[in-house]
């Protein structure tokens, strides 16, 4: 429970004759933690992968194509295997229909595109109409004129004058048609020989021009019938062309669903066995399995090939197992937690897994800051709003709905015992402690337990030590055996010495720490002389001297700060209460007879409580966890374990 879950390493030797169907079974089962086997043996043949890799590029194009045409179809691609269907399918069998497939669904989609864009064309030029459609004047006379050129276009009234002012030194006509406030419509004219400065003027001017083909004859009312007629005709070959498509989907989304997913395992299957060690007449298959499932697998392996040899190893806990895959899997309420612990590191897979410890700290912590029965439940409301996905613009948070559940519950189990209810203190008894009373009270608790949580670090530090029999680490460390007793005789020589009839004399804490801090300090040289390495002291011996001298002083300033760091839990107790009170006085200050100004002021301080002050708890939870607590115990590193499978993989 508290372990990553046990593995077993396999090694497989398959015939030829049974490959496919060993690798169906493996990544049908969906629990096979894949490695490379080329460097597993030394008879493991050099580039006997090419020709799956190969494969492997073939089939990736082929499921590019089956993509494309499946997004022009608007297709859901499906993530299911079809019963009864092998996922191999051989590639020149499929590729002819993949083609014709594509080619057809192109065609058709081509033309409705080309529609499209037909029928955006005649509103373009229908838009460009509506301003002129009074103006009795023929267009097309205008555009096949010999010796003028004219431009009709709408421009800012603003820019009248200035465009007159342009065109002084040439002979021109500027006739507005139609004016309003803003705009008017213009008619631009001038010689064949004075064009370019005529377009340079326009468009100085902001000049508007009509663009409409030159087909278009006869005036502008006259051409907007013509126009709405052929997009009445455009809009009728378009709905033809829709209706081919949706006739289109409707045959072949099945078939391209099942050849798309079959094209797709296709592909990853020939990826996995690219990674197969080749010998002279079998393959070689390594990885890891879990061992709670490793006997389904291996029945499941027999049926598949009856001359399968299988070697299974425990991944002994005893080892280092850098290279052994962790597998963590939490679910439910310990998923959230299980993503802050991945966030900071994997544990290895001999190390205890943390998920747990989080989920019971990281809430009283949390809730030990943000005490408030209606702040609390708010958040716990978020949270369940979040979890449901039913707020579409929120669905990316919805990761961190069950989260924020548990520590809004948290913060209103912790509102009981401050007895606050949305920052007021008069409405509920406190169960336990008022912060805003018992300012000194709550930071001496808060110290107090930061002082627990530390000790548990370095005791699942000695027991993480324990768990790979590294005894350096496991009596010599500075969160080990040693270091252990340095802290606890420090705070003994504290107490001893600030409270008045402490039953053990200061003296004896005080040889305790000098004798442990002096192993501290010289824990380098212990490990080397109970390693057998040499020599004992690298560098010289002045250096290390005055190495040792700064490690012990960062050691002891570590301590101190670490310590005093969960201050911040009862000053975050009582900030919270302070605030609250705040914006009360500030509501109260806007509207003595509290009108609808104290209400929207009451409003505002809950929401930035429970957004602003919920985010800055959050962060120092995570902080005090982190960087805290998970530094005396947990080193990190560990391989993601990721089996072969067919099916879409889920986030861990």
């Not at 460097?39 to 590029?57: D, K, L, Y």
């Not at 002084?168 to 370019?196: K, S, Y």
């Not at 051409?223 to 007629?229: A, E, F, K, M, T």
């Not at 978020?382 to 990761?399: I, Q, T």
Request: proline content about 5%; some cysteine.
């Amino acid at each position: 429970m508290f372990l990553p879950k046990e593995m077993t390493e396999i090694e497989l030797v398959v015939p030829d004759q049974d490959l496919l169907a060993v690798a169906n079974v493996l990544a049908g089962q969906g629990v096979f933690h894949q490695v490379d086997a080329a460097n597993a043996s030394p008879e493991v043949i050099p580039g006997s992968a090419s020709s799956w890799q190969e494969q492997t590029t073939a089939y990736a194009a082929l499921e590019r194509q089956l993509q494309a045409t499946v997004r022009l179809l608007g297709v859901e691609e499906g993530s299911a295997p079809p019963p009864g269907q092998s996922p191999m399918v051989e590639i020149e069998a499929v590729r002819p229909l993949v083609e014709h497939m594509a080619r057809e669904v192109r065609e058709v989609n081509d033309l409705l595109e080309a529609d499209r864009k037909r029928l955006e064309q005649l509103n373009g030029y229908l838009r460009q109409l509506e301003p002129v459609a009074g103006i009795p004047l023929d267009i097309s006379a205008l555009q096949k004129s010999r010796y003028i050129f004219s431009i009709l276009g709408v421009i800012p009234v603003v820019n009248l004058e200035r465009l007159k002012t342009s065109l002084a030194r040439i002979p021109f006509v500027v006739l507005p048609l139609r004016q309003d406030r803003q705009h008017a419509v213009v008619w631009l004219a001038g010689t064949r020989q004075n064009a370019d400065t005529l377009k340079r003027a326009a468009r100085s001017a902001y000049l508007n021009p009509l663009n409409l083909p030159d087909v278009q004859e006869g005036t502008p009312s006259e051409i907007i019938r013509s126009l709405h007629v052929a997009i009445g005709r455009a809009q009728e070959h378009l709905g033809a062309q829709e209706a081919a498509i949706v006739q289109l989907r409707r045959t072949r989304e099945e078939e391209l669903q099942v050849l798309l997913w079959r094209t797709r395992a296709s592909r990853m299957l020939s990826e996995a066995m690219a990674r197969f060690g080749r010998l002279r007449y079998t393959y070689l298959i390594v990885g890891w399995v879990p061992t709670g499932k490793w006997a389904a697998l291996s029945e499941r392996l027999r049926q598949a090939s009856k001359n399968i040899l299988v070697q299974a190893h425990s991944g002994a806990r005893s080892t280092a197992g850098e290279n052994v895959p962790v597998s963590l899997g939490h679910r439910g309420v310990l998923r959230p937690f299980q993503q802050l612990v991945t966030m900071f590191a994997r544990p290895r897979y001999n190390e205890l897994d943390p998920t747990f410890l989080m989920a019971l700290t990281f809430p009283l912590l949390f809730g030990a800051m943000f005490g408030d029965v209606g702040h609390g439940l708010e958040l716990a409301l978020l949270g369940v709003l979040l979890s449901s996905r039913k707020v579409r613009a929120l669905r990316g948070l919805a990761g961190l709905g069950g989260l924020i559940t548990v520590c809004g519950v948290a913060g209103c189990l912790f509102g009981f015992l401050y007895g606050s209810v949305f920052g007021l203190d008069t409405i509920l008894p406190a169960l336990w402690i008022r912060p805003i009373d018992n300012i000194l009270e709550i930071l001496y608790i808060s110290v107090g337990a930061g002082i627990v949580l530390l000790s548990a670090g370095f005791l699942l530090n000695i027991y993480n030590a324990g768990l790979t029999r590294d005894w350096p680490r496991l009596f010599l460390d500075r969160n080990g055996v040693t270091g252990l007793v340095l802290y606890w005789s420090l705070l003994g020589l504290a107490a001893a010495s600030l409270i008045a009839g402490f039953p053990v004399p200061p003296a004896v804490f005080a040889v305790s720490a000098a004798l442990s801090g002096l192993a501290v300090m010289f824990s380098e040289v212990l490990k080397r002389l109970t390693d057998g390495r040499r020599p004992l002291v690298e560098g010289g011996l002045g250096t290390y001297a005055i190495q040792t001298v700064f490690e012990m002083f960062d050691t002891l300033i570590a301590m101190l700060s670490n310590s005093l760091s969960y201050v911040r839990v009862g000053a975050f107790a009582v900030a919270h209460a302070g605030l609250s009170s705040v914006f009360f006085i500030l509501a109260v200050l806007i509207s003595p007879g509290h009108g609808a100004g104290y209400w929207i002021m009451v409003l505002i301080g809950n929401l930035f409580i429970v957004g602003f002050e919920g985010l800055i708890v959050g962060i120092q939870t995570m902080r005090l966890e982190y960087y805290e607590f998970f530094s005396k115990f947990f080193l990190g590193g560990g391989m993601p374990y990721s089996p072969l499978t067919l099916r879409p993989k889920v986030e861990e």
